[in-house]
C-alpha cells in the first residue's frame, strides 16, 4: 500500500531552541519537512528532480512548549484518501496530517496540516499528484 | 498610536534557499517573526523578560516562490481592532496580519494569519495582552 | 572517568541541504554543537544556567560534501588532557577535537577543533572550567 | 578592479538567538557567507550553475558577544593578492578575511579566514579561480 504512516525520531539540537529556552516556532516547521521525506521514503520513493513538491498552505497549532532532546513526527495522508485516489481525477493537491509528539506525553506538542502541490521544475508550471509520482525515483 | 504597521526589509542569506533553489517554506515562517519583532519595536516596545509572547497558531498560504535578494515582510495587527483593544475586557490572544513581498511584485509570495498568546515566563501561565504590554520594556 | 567519547548519530533534515544539494557549512557547525551537547550529556552532565560554555573560536576542514539522510558527529575532549586535568592549575579553555562521519566511508567528511571558554552567565566574565563542572547539573 | 571590499549590514533575526539570548556560533557562519554572496555582487558577479565555490576550511574567532538587532560583515578578499592573481599560474584556493561588526563598537566581535575551493558543479571535479570567474554571470 502507498499510504502507510511515517514515525521519524529527531534529535533536537542546541539551536533549535530560541532565547525563550523553547523550540522555536519555525523550526518546528523544519522537524514537519523532515517528516514528509520521511513518510516518501516509506513509500519506497524519494523526491525526483523533474517534479517536486512544494508547500502551499500550512495550518500548525502549537499546543504545548517543545523542550525535550528529542521529538517524534507522526505524518499520514490525510487528502487524497486511499478511496479518492484510486479515481481517473488527478489530484493537484495533496494534504498531511502531522503531530510532533515529546517523550512521555500522550498528547502531541504540535499538531499541523499541510498542503502540497507539485511543480514540473523546469517549466515551474502545476502538474498532478500522479505526475509526481511517477517521476519519483525508487529508493 | 499603537497600532502602526511595520514595514520591514530584510537580505534573504545564502541559506535560506533549500535543494530547490527557493527560500524554504520554514524560513518564511522565521522572516515573519522578524517582522512581528519590528512591529512590536515600532509601538516603542521591546519584549520584556517576564511577560511573554509565544505563537499559538499560524496560517501560512505561500502563493509565490521566493528567490530574490531581499523581502519586505508587512505586519500589522488584525485582531484585537483598536475599537476592542479599548474595552475593558481582557484579551488573551492577540493575531497579526502578515505579508512577505518580493521586489517589484504587487502581489505578495506569502500571506500569514499568526495567533500569539502570552504567558508569564516563570510560572508557565497564561496572561492577558494588557499583562504582555505593561512588562514590555521602552526601547 | 569524566572523559569518553562521544558518538551521536543526527538525521540531515531537508532544510539543512542549500541550493547545492549539499549540507552548507554553517548548518555543520550545528552538528558540532549538537556533538558537544551529547559529550557533556555522556558525562553525566547538563549545561546549568549559572556558568556557561561559549565558543570562542573553531577551526573547521571541510573535507568531503554531505548529502546522505544522517550523519555521526564524534567528539572527543582533546585539551585538557586527563593528566592535564588532574593537575591543581584552573583551566580557562577546553578544546574539543570533532569529526562528522557520513555512513559507509572510513574517512570523515568534516574534522574540527572547537575552543570554549566559559562564562558566568549574569556577571559575563571570565570563568574555569571547574568552576563550569561544579555548576553543571547532573542528568 | 575586481577586489572591492564588500561591507554588508544584515538583520538580526530573533531564532538567530540561542538559549544564552546572543546570536549562535553556527549562525554568525550563516552571516559570513551572506556577505562572501555581496562581496561577489559587488565585483559585478553572480555565481554560475556550472562552477561553484565551496567552502574547503574557516578559521573563526568570537571576541565578542553579538545581542544587537543588526550586524555588518566586512569581506575582503585575503589571498591571492591582487599582484599574485596578475600572474599566468591558476589559483585553486581562494581566502577571505572577514569580520563582523557590531554597532557602537570599534573593535569586530568575529575576525575570520575563510578559504574556498571551486568545482565543477556537473563532475564535482577541482577547478581554478579563473575558470570560476569565467563562468561566473554578470549581475
Redesign the interface.
Known amino acids: 500500500v502507498l499510504f502507510t504512516e511515517s514515525r521519524?525520531s529527531?534529535?533536537v539540537?542546541?539551536?533549535d531552541?530560541?532565547?525563550?529556552?523553547h523550540v522555536?516556532?519555525?523550526?518546528a516547521?523544519?522537524?514537519l519537512?523532515?517528516g514528509r521525506?520521511d513518510w516518501l521514503?516509506r513509500q519506497g520513493l524519494a523526491g525526483g528532480r523533474q517534479v517536486?513538491a512544494?508547500?502551499?498552505?500550512?495550518?500548525?497549532?502549537?499546543l504545548s512548549?517543545i523542550s525535550s532532546?528529542s521529538v517524534e513526527v507522526h505524518t499520514v495522508l490525510d487528502s487524497p484518501t486511499e478511496s479518492e485516489f484510486d479515481e481517473d481525477a488527478l489530484t493537484y493537491r495533496a494534504r498531511f496530517r502531522q503531530r510532533i509528539h515529546v517523550p512521555d506525553r500522550p498528547s502531541p506538542a504540535v499538531d499541523a496540516l499541510i498542503t502540497v502541490g507539485f511543480l514540473n521544475?523546469e517549466q515551474?508550471s502545476l502538474v498532478s499528484l500522479q505526475d509526481y509520482l511517477a517521476a519519483a525515483v525508487p529508493r
Do not use: M
Request: glycine residues 2%.
Open positions: 521519524l529527531l534529535a539540537r542546541p539551536n531552541f530560541d532565547s525563550l529556552g522555536n516556532n519555525a523550526v516547521a523544519e522537524y519537512e523532515a521525506w521514503a517536486i512544494v508547500v502551499s498552505r500550512c495550518e500548525i497549532d502549537y512548549e532532546p521544475a515551474r
